[in-house]
Each structure stands twice: as structure tokens, then as C-alpha cells.
């Protein structure tokens, strides 16, 4: 009996080094100047951080100010642990870089908010504002050309 629980002390043991380890590993990439302002970030959101594809991230409040000003904003509602969200962003990103468009990016995952007052029903979504008013949407995964004629049609 002596030996199952110490066996079982030693397994909790590890298992709590582990938890440990992988959350300073976490803290220590967040703590580094990241664009979401955050200090705690969801592990999925913090392997994008580096990523070319997840650099333009535009935070809830900024999009607010870009509205209210009327501006013409362009944005790639996401969330990092969307499967057709990783197949669309390699295609969107840059496409609209080479198409000289300012995508800018939401996380729907650090920014819950966004599903409400954006009225996003699915990710990935991108959103054109015109005057600050929104005027076209498209939805789901789609093939280059599709994205292509979307954004030359609506942000341009």
C-alpha cells in the first residue's frame, strides 16, 4: 500500500511540474510585447504570434475608433482554433498584402465580444466598412479566386 501511494505522490508530482513548465513557457512568450495587449493569452493564440500570417491584429477598441470615425476598414474575423480559419488565413493574408489591402485581423477566441457586436455567426468571416457602416461580408473557406473577386469587388 506504501508504494501505490507513493507512486501516486510522484505521478501528481510530475504532472504538476509539467502544468508549471508549460505555463511559464506561456507567460514568458505573452510577456513579450504582443498585439493584443494581454497578459494572459489562449496557448492557440500564442502560437500564432509569430506567424507572418496574424501580424495585423486589430484590438476591439481600435476598430470601435475606426467606426466611429468612418473609415473604410476592412476585417478578418478569426479564431486560432478554426480548421477552415487555418486553411483560409495562408490564402487571405496574402493575397490582400499583394492586392495592397489593410486586412485587419480579429481574434474571436481573446476577443469573445466580437461574435455579438460584429454579429459573426461563423469564422472565418471578413467584414468590408464603408464610411464606418458595413456593406459586405464573406463567410466560410473559399478558393483564392473567390477571395480574389470579394475583395476587388468590395475593397477597392
Known amino acids: 500500500m506504501k508504494k501505490v501511494i507513493i507512486f501516486l505522490a510522484i505521478i501528481i508530482a510530475l504532472f504538476a511540474g509539467v502544468a508549471i513548465l508549460n505555463n511559464m513557457q506561456q507567460k514568458e512568450k505573452v510577456s513579450a510585447d504582443n498585439p493584443y495587449r494581454k497578459d494572459s493569452l489562449h496557448p492557440e493564440t500564442v502560437k500564432q504570434l509569430d506567424d507572418p500570417n496574424y501580424q495585423n ?14 473609415e473604410d476598414v476592412t476585417v478578418y474575423f478569426f479564431s486560432p482554433t478554426c480548421p477552415h480559419c487555418q486553411k483560409a488565413t495562408p490564402i487571405v493574408t496574402p493575397l490582400s498584402k499583394k492586392m495592397g489591402i489593410d486586412l485587419f485581423l480579429f481574434n474571436l477566441l481573446e476577443f469573445e465580444d466580437g461574435w455579438d457586436d460584429y454579429g459573426i455567426t461563423e469564422t ?8 464606418g457602416k ?5 463567410t466560410g473557406y473559399n478558393e483564392k479566386s473567390v477571395f480574389e473577386e470579394w475583395f476587388n469587388k468590395y475593397s477597392k
Open 134 to 138: 458595413e456593406t459586405a461580408r464573406i
Open 124 to 131: 472565418p468571416t471578413i467584414v468590408q466598412y464603408k464610411d
Open 57 to 70: 491584429i486589430i484590438l476591439p477598441e481600435e476598430l470601435e475608433k475606426k467606426l466611429e470615425a468612418k
